[in-house]
């Protein structure tokens, strides 16, 4: 054997070794008992969102992700606590675009078409539930129970598909939802609490904060306890995202992590979205390399607690909601209207570990044999 050679396996030797410390605390299913729903170590739910016209899949709307590419493991919508808030030209009812259609700025919302539909029939469904402008002190006090109580028989109209509700998701964006942890904690233990009663076992019940600017402190004062939380989850719009304080809260309280919201951002020195446009060729290479290719490494390197990943493929700018935003205001982040990143996203999508729509999916996240 001559000599470099010899170094070289030397060193890849040495390598692996180091590798394998630094990855000591990856979990596998038999070392620790699998919460609600979740996947085995290296494995990852995919989720895409938000809305139907940016999911797709059903007659009214057939120019989504679900027409573009295989059915994705999970599909995100919202409804809402707020009866009576307005905003965007919308006043909101309370299950708002449960049932039936709804527009608060967002483009109109339906779940009802779309788990009705057999485009969805092996894909999980992830409910993000709003709480905010002050619904989070109505909901402790038992003034929203009624609503509980509709959108637990909704879910158990389920069956056996494995819904993520998303608890007044993002409850650290103080400047967009208002909450304060005195009201948000007794509401999302009375929502789990009723639910847990009324049956409701087709649902994990998923606690999100922000994405940049999170810090462990706030996680800390606004945490419901570890047996009111399944999963814990994060949004990533930036870069900066890759190292979000979330990531270590999941390992210290051994649950699983969803990053919960993610869309192609980036901003500029005043925290104003630069322009892009992922219809356009220039601004797809831009992104895929300095946005999709990172957020990708960073699943791919926390593994023993990233379950599941949600893309957000919408055309923000167009949205009312979103037109003044200054995440959004400059953004097209569909990966629907762009050859190259359609061949990219399925190249990199097409593996194992991220799990899509099948027959077998339900069961295998039930855990069952």
Not at 18 to 45: Q, R, Y
Not at 289 to 317: E, L, S
Not at 341 to 358: C, F, G, V
């Amino acid at each position: 054997m001559r000599k470099s050679y010899f170094n070289q396996c030397l060193i890849l030797v040495v390598s692996l070794l180091i590798f394998s410390c630094k990855n000591s605390n990856v979990k596998t299913a038999a070392d620790h008992k699998l919460a609600k729903f979740e996947p085995a170590d290296g494995e990852v739910i995919l989720f895409v969102g938000q809305e139907p016209e940016s999911i797709g899949g059903t007659d009214l709307y057939h120019d989504g992700y679900f027409d573009h590419y295989p059915p994705a493991g999970g599909f995100t919508q919202y409804t809402d606590f707020l009866s009576g808030h307005k905003g965007f030209n919308f006043t909101y009812k309370g299950l708002s675009g449960l049932t039936e259609f709804d527009d608060w700025g967002d483009g109109p919302e339906n779940m009802s078409i779309t788990v009705s539909d057999s485009t969805f029939k092996n894909s999980c469904l992830a409910i993000g539930l709003d709480i905010s402008q002050g619904h989070d002190s109505i909901t402790a006090a038992g003034g929203h129970d009624d609503l509980i109580y509709q959108l637990g028989d909704w879910l158990k109209g389920l069956g056996n598909r494995p819904v993520f509700l998303r608890i007044g998701y993002e409850f650290d964006g103080f400047d967009w939802n208002h909450y304060k942890k005195e009201f948000y904690i007794p509401a999302w233990k009375r929502i789990k609490t009723k639910l847990d009663s009324m049956g409701v076992n087709n649902t994990a019940f998923v606690w999100q904060s922000k994405g940049a600017g999170a810090t462990r402190e706030i996680m800390n004062e606004f945490y419901p306890g570890d047996e009111y939380v399944d999963w814990v989850a994060y949004s990533y719009f930036i870069p900066a995202d890759s190292s979000n304080p979330m990531m270590q809260f999941a390992r210290d309280h051994k649950k699983p992590l969803m990053i919960a919201e993610s869309s192609t951002v980036f901003l500029d020195s005043n925290n104003i979205c630069k322009p892009l446009d992922l219809t356009k060729q220039a601004d797809a290479e831009w992104a895929w390399r300095d946005w999709f290719m990172p957020y990708f490494r960073t699943i791919k390197r926390n593994r023993d607690v990233i379950k599941a990943i949600h893309y957000i493929n919408a055309p923000w700018k167009t949205r009312l909601m979103w037109k003044d935003n200054p995440y959004f205001k400059n953004i097209d982040a569909r990966i629907t209207k762009n050859d190259s990143l359609k061949i990219w996203w399925l190249n990199e999508t097409s593996q194992n570990m991220y799990l899509k729509a099948s027959d077998t999916l339900f069961s295998h996240l039930w855990h069952k044999k």
